[in-house]
């Protein structure tokens, strides 16, 4: 079929439609927009409305299966779950990381709204912890929403995994120049408040997902009556910290002036 002829809506179409609506609507439409960015398949064929339906149905396939399923995910139980063959799959994907990767997109493209939208604004000197806990607990929910998806690309990352790994680092640096921008006007770099934010951004990310993880949480013992405050509000507060000593002068002095 040539990509300009008309094409017929099929039943599964409509499925797939209905299992795109039932995701929250940002992240339906980021996963709509995504895929309407996209113009070629990897074989470099131009892509019409039924290959961009297509790549919605994977996706859709993968972000819901990673959710609910226990079993690792791979690109033949993606393909089942979105009830198409193994060509159709890979005409899109090389290896189950491309796909996590293309999921991951429209799940980061919601930061915006979920967390990233909370730490814009500079917070005053006199509510800032009230700020810095409101931005820990929307990244918690952020995570908690997405946590095995999260959480997968996470341990792929610790596998040394390169491309897991360059995008945990780029899904982290919007935060980090945020966090900079609370502090100061250092530019974004290697400056002593990037170290303090990037150092920030480890332990909270460290925090979120040791909260939303239930296997680990079992390991270390922290059980369902234990309310993910413990590591929150402490996250919150040394955020609060941070920031209020930047803002005095304080992440500014020279390393070896510390030691003095």
């Not at 089942?80 to 189950?96: E, P, Q, W």
């Amino acid at each position: 079929m040539k990509p300009d002829e008309p094409e017929l809506i099929t039943h599964l179409d409509i499925v797939e439609h209905s299992r795109l609506a039932a995701l929250p609507p940002t992240l339906a439409a980021a996963v709509t927009q995504a895929c309407a960015a996209v113009s070629h398949n990897i074989n470099g064929q131009k892509l019409g409305r039924k290959g961009r339906v297509t790549r919605e149905r994977i996706l859709t396939a993968a972000i819901d299966l990673i959710e609910a399923a226990q079993e690792p995910v791979t690109l033949g139980r993606v393909a089942r779950h979105a009830s198409l063959g193994m060509t159709s799959v890979y005409n899109y994907f090389t290896d189950i990381t491309e796909l996590l990767l293309a999921t991951l997109e429209p799940v980061m493209a919601t930061a915006l709204d979920d967390y990233l939208s909370v730490i814009e604004e500079r917070w005053p000197d006199d509510a800032l912890f009230e700020h810095c806990y409101r931005f820990v607990r929307s990244y918690h929910g952020f995570w908690l929403r997405h946590s095995r998806l999260l959480h997968l690309r996470n341990a792929l990352a610790d596998q040394q995994d390169a491309r897991m790994m360059q995008h945990r680092i780029e899904s982290s640096r919007p935060i980090i120049d945020l966090l900079v921008r609370q502090m100061s006007d250092e530019p974004l770099g290697f400056g002593p408040h990037t170290s303090m934010a990037t150092m920030l951004m480890i332990g909270i990310e460290r925090s979120v997902t040791l909260v939303t993880d239930r296997e680990l949480r079992r390991l270390v013992n922290i059980g369902p009556d234990i309310s993910e405050d413990r590591y929150l509000v402490p996250g919150a507060r040394l955020m609060e910290l941070a920031i209020s000593d930047a803002r005095s002068g304080g992440a500014g002095r020279e390393p070896m002036a510390l030691l003095d």
